[in-house]
């Protein structure tokens, strides 16, 4: 009698030690997905970030010589926007410091 009692308590012992070597390993699985859904974010965030110049295919991030003004959502909005005649947006280009600066050049006749 001892020794199944004895057995049996060393099945419970060895399935208890099993299952946390289980949980632990699905822990640092887990762990592993979320760091990479948070480079992953990090990454597309980054992204979300980078504009590119219509004008010469530079890109960058924001305007860094030429303040823009205004905001949408959070996000400053860079460029500039073509109005029709009857004061409705048209187009819009993102462009970067130097292309602004001479189209400023340009517009100044200088």
């Known amino acids: 009698m001892k020794i199944i009692i004895f057995i049996i308590i060393a099945c419970t ?5 099993s299952l946390c070597i289980v949980g632990a390993s699905a ?10 859904d948070l480079e992953r974010k990090e990454q597309r965030e980054k992204l979300s970030r980078v504009i590119q110049c219509d004008r010469c295919g530079k890109t960058y ?3 860094e010589r030429y303040q823009t003004r205004g905001s949408v959502e959070g996000s400053v909005l ?16 993102d462009l970067c410091d130097e292309c ?11």
Do not use: C, H, P
């Open 27 to 36: 822990d640092e699985q887990l762990e592993m997905i979320y760091v990479k």
């Open 100 to 110: 602004i600066g001479e189209l400023l050049d340009w517009l100044r006749n200088e």
């Open 13 to 17: 012992l060895f399935v208890a030690w």
């Open 78 to 93: 860079s460029g500039i926007t073509t109005i029709t005649g009857m004061g409705l947006r048209d187009e819009s280009y």
């Open 61 to 63: 991030e924001k305007n």
